[in-house]
């Protein structure tokens, strides 16, 4: 089981972000028998959640839940002895060891090493109407406000994997579903281009882009533009699921934790980021590949670096 925190409230490795990299971590550091405390300000599985069916993560050939994975990897964690805490994570102090952790109820927690595992989230458009019909026809999450829109003629935009997993998932749902991307192939895996190709619910706008979402109480349409001609037109749907990539959850984090120009954390082979002593992995770091089972990785590999950090740091 994982070890409580010092006398003096001090925790051998203090985890940021309760996604796939987190708590497998959190698994790891516990069976080492260092004390373990995971700061997630949602529930525990991160993005993980939102996935309705998946069907590529090693052990589980029939598919499961999004959710179901996400409580598995929880209640593993939590079995050897990891402290998890729902709070959010506001600052990081690096002018002192031992590392500083500030959270929103103006306390905070002190940590010999930190794992940053925060993750992601969506992308937005920035065009017209995004954030004012935002929970009322658009979405950044198909498995979660999908069922609301059954039997409606809806609209997915990017070309990724996600967005060709939404597009799936929604034409079981929707009268019609319109994929909006804006070059004329797709980035997502071959399997997904196939299925989605094939599905008589789903229709493609390539090389285009939607410019505007225009509606009145709700979304009544999309303007999507033409890239190369520039011409543009009106597709009316009901609702409009953005799957346009993902943003790094680091505008917490100290300038010293050097990031790349997307604002991904930055680290060496081991997971070291710039500043040593923390660590980064999982989605929210620079060259991952956002995938469940790399995560995953991440988390272990990010256990073995912290594991060496700390046996030849004092204590």
Known sequence: MGSPPRPDGVWDV?????????????????????????????????????????????????????????????????????????????????????FRVEVASNESRLARSILISTGSRPRRLGVPGEKEFLAKGVSYCATCDGPLFGDKHLMVVGGGDTALEEALFLANLASKVTVVHRREQFRGQRILQ?????????EF???????????????????????????????????????????PQTDFLPRELRRDGAGFIETDADLMTSVRGIFAAG?????????????????????????????????
């Open 14 to 98: 203090v985890i940021l972000g309760g996604g796939p990299a987190g708590l497998t971590c959190a698994i790891y550091s516990c069976r080492g028998r260092f004390s373990t405390l995971l700061l997630e300000r949602m529930m525990p599985g991160g993005q993980v959640v939102l996935n309705d069916i998946i069907e590529n993560y090693p052990g589980f050939p029939e598919g499961l839940h999004g959710y179901e994975l996400a409580d598995r990897f929880h209640r593993h964690a939590q079995r050897f002895g990891a402290q998890i805490e729902n709070v959010e994570v506001t600052g990081v102090d690096t002018s002192a060891r031992p």
């Open 194 to 202: 196939e299925r989605a190709l094939a599905h008589p619910k789903i």
């Open 283 to 315: 989605d929210v770091r620079a060259g991952a590949y956002r995938q469940i089972a790399f995560s995953v990785g991440d988390g272990a590999l990010a256990y073995r670096s912290i594991f060496r950090y700390l046996e030849e740091e004092p204590a």
């Open 205 to 247: 706008l390539l090389s285009q882009v939607v410019s505007e979402i225009v509606g009145e109480e709700s979304v009544r349409a999309a303007r999507v533009r033409q890239v190369v001609t520039q011409e543009e037109s009106e597709v009316p749907v009901d609702g409009i699921f953005i799957a346009v990539g993902s943003s």
